[in-house]
C-alpha cells in the first residue's frame, strides 16, 4: 500500500496526539490514584473520562488496570468510556487509511 505524503501527515499527527493526550492521561490516572490514597484534593471524574474520551484511553485504560483505580462496579463507566475510545479513535485511524480521499 502506497500512502500519498498528506495521508502519512494526518497519520503522523494524529499518532503523535494519541501518544502525547496517552501519556498525559495515564499520569493523571496515576495522580488521582495516589491522591486517593493520600485523602488529598481528587481530579475531578469528568476530566478524566474527558481526558480518555479525547485520545488518551490507550493510556488511561492501562492505568486503571495497573493501578486498580476505578475499576471497582460502581465506576463501570470509566471502563466503558475507556474502551469506547480506545475503539473509536482505531475507527478514526482506519478511516484515514482507507477513506479519506488525501
Avoid at 43 to 69: D, I, Q, V
Wanted: net charge positive.
Amino acid at each position: 500500500m502506497n500512502l500519498s505524503q498528506t495521508k502519512q501527515i494526518v497519520l503522523l499527527s494524529y499518532g503523535a496526539f494519541l501518544i502525547f493526550l496517552s501519556f498525559i492521561t495515564f499520569l493523571a490516572y496515576v495522580s488521582d490514584k495516589q491522591k486517593a490514597k493520600s485523602g488529598n484534593y481528587r481530579t475531578k471524574e469528568k476530566t478524566l473520562l474527558l481526558l480518555s474520551f479525547l485520545g488518551g484511553a490507550f493510556g488511561g485504560y492501562p492505568a486503571m488496570l495497573l493501578f486498580r483505580h476505578k475499576t471497582k462496579g460502581e465506576h463501570w463507566y470509566f471502563t466503558f468510556v475507556n474502551i469506547l475510545a480506545i475503539l473509536l479513535h482505531i475507527v478514526a485511524i482506519l478511516v484515514i487509511l482507507f477513506v479519506a480521499p488525501f
